[in-house]
């Protein structure tokens, strides 16, 4: 396990030298390959681009001492590229690249940190699939999800949606239609994203249309009661992805809270205000993107000092990277989908509600 004063040290580091390091980097490879077509100003340009994301996952994975995320993030990049023309050996290369130029420019200790979350991200590069497999479904809504997407990708919004309306009569339904379809429905789109099958703009489409659906069939079916409790949803900075804290919101609804939704990318003091004024009985942060790690924990401890003893839920693709993660945040639960959340917030109101019973006894 690394030592915490040496993860500060070269997360400190990797955030001080970052354009000096990526800028040789970038000159390596360009100037490597002079007579080639990746010498031209754009393509230069790009690998500029690509250069600064390899360098924020690993700051990230450094930030977290998870080098699981930086290699988990090289296997899925290396099928972005190679589905656009780039192969995986010239990613290797690029990694190999940074490898030396972060050598050379770190001093010894700090360089043995992070070298350890190329070193593995190189060692398993070739592990990662070439072709990540189709996103199943619940069995029993395979072919509803097939019909969906089969609409999305006609650009058929108001068949897509009128395709989950006809379904939802209650509760559990709706559940269902989230969990079962438009779930792995957004996760299909981000796949065929990945392996360069559809443009950013379908997939801007099809998130609209999972919005709008969202929004549609959270008001088809009422909460069947009230539990007279305020929840509050929120993303960090740096954080845009907001389809599965609506997604926990609608949930929420439907089980009696009265849900608040922020959005995302929400800067740290307004949030806080925002919270102070609602006084909810749970908050829930949603994070996504590794890159946003350290503004959650910011967040979260800004939240913690303002409002002592409120219980904080964190949820999303990068709180699923596991306990060490989560709590790492400084957050008090995790729940790893919609419905799992619903039975934590109940606990952990409980679990307020004896405490504050204790407290008063004292
Ligand atoms: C749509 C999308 C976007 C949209 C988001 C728009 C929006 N309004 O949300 C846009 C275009 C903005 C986007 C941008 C990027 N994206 Co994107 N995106 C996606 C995509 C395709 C779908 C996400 C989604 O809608 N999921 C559906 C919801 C329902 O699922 P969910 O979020 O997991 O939510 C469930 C649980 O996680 C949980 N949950 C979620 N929040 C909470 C909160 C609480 C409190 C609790 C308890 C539970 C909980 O409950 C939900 C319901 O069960 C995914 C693909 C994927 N495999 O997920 C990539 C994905 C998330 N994106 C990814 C990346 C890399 C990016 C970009 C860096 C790409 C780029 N090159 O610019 C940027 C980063 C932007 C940023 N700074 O945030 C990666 C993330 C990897 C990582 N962890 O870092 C993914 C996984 C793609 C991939 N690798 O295959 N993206």
């Not at 690249?97 to 200790?109: G, I, N, V, Y």
């Not at 996504?288 to 409002?307: D, E, H």
Request: charged share 20%.
């Amino acid at each position: 396990m690394t030592d915490y004063r040496q993860t500060v040290k070269a997360v400190e580091f990797l955030s001080d030298h970052e354009e000096e390091i990526i800028a040789r980097v970038v000159e390596r490879q360009c100037s490597a390959s002079q007579n080639s077509p990746w010498n031209t100003p754009a393509s230069r340009q790009r690998c500029l681009e690509d250069n600064r994301f390899h360098f924020h996952y690993l700051t990230a994975s450094v930030s977290a001492a998870r080098p699981q995320i930086f290699a988990d993030y090289c296997g899925w990049v290396k099928v972005v590229l190679s589905r656009r023309g780039i192969a995986e050996a010239h990613l290797k290369n690029n990694l190999e690249q940074l490898r030396s130029a972060l050598l050379k420019a770190a001093p010894e200790t700090v360089a043995d940190v992070i070298v350890g979350h190329l070193d593995l991200a190189i060692e398993r590069l070739s592990m990662y699939p070439n072709e990540p497999q189709p996103i199943p479904a619940g069995k029993a809504r395979s072919q509803l999800l097939a019909d969906y997407l089969q609409r999305i990708l006609a650009f058929d919004s108001e068949g897509a949606i009128h395709l989950l309306q006809s379904r939802a009569s209650d509760a559990r339904s709706v559940i269902d239609l989230y969990l079962e379809v438009l779930q792995p429905a957004q996760r299909e789109i981000g796949r065929l994203w990945q392996i360069n099958s559809i443009s950013v703009a379908v997939e801007h489409y099809a998130t609209s249309v999972a919005e709008r659906a969202l929004q549609i069939l959270s008001c088809a079916v009422a909460a069947d009661k009230s539990r007279g409790l305020r929840v509050l949803f929120l993303c960090p900075e740096g954080e845009h992805h907001c389809v599965g804290m609506h997604m926990v919101s609608s949930l929420s609804r439907l089980e009696g809270w009265d849900p608040y939704v922020i959005g995302p990318n929400t800067p740290l003091n307004s949030a806080v205000d925002f919270v102070t004024q609602v006084q909810p009985a749970v908050i829930g942060i949603s994070i996504t993107t590794f890159m946003a790690l350290s503004s959650t924990r910011q967040l979260i401890a800004k939240l913690k000092q303002a409002l002592p003893g409120l219980p904080i839920l964190v949820g999303g693709y990068a709180a699923n990277m596991g306990e060490e993660v989560w709590r790492s945040l400084g957050a008090d639960a995790y729940a790893p989908d919609g419905l799992s959340a619903l039975a934590i917030m109940d606990k952990l109101v409980a679990e307020q509600r004896g405490a504050t019973r204790t407290d008063s006894v004292r």
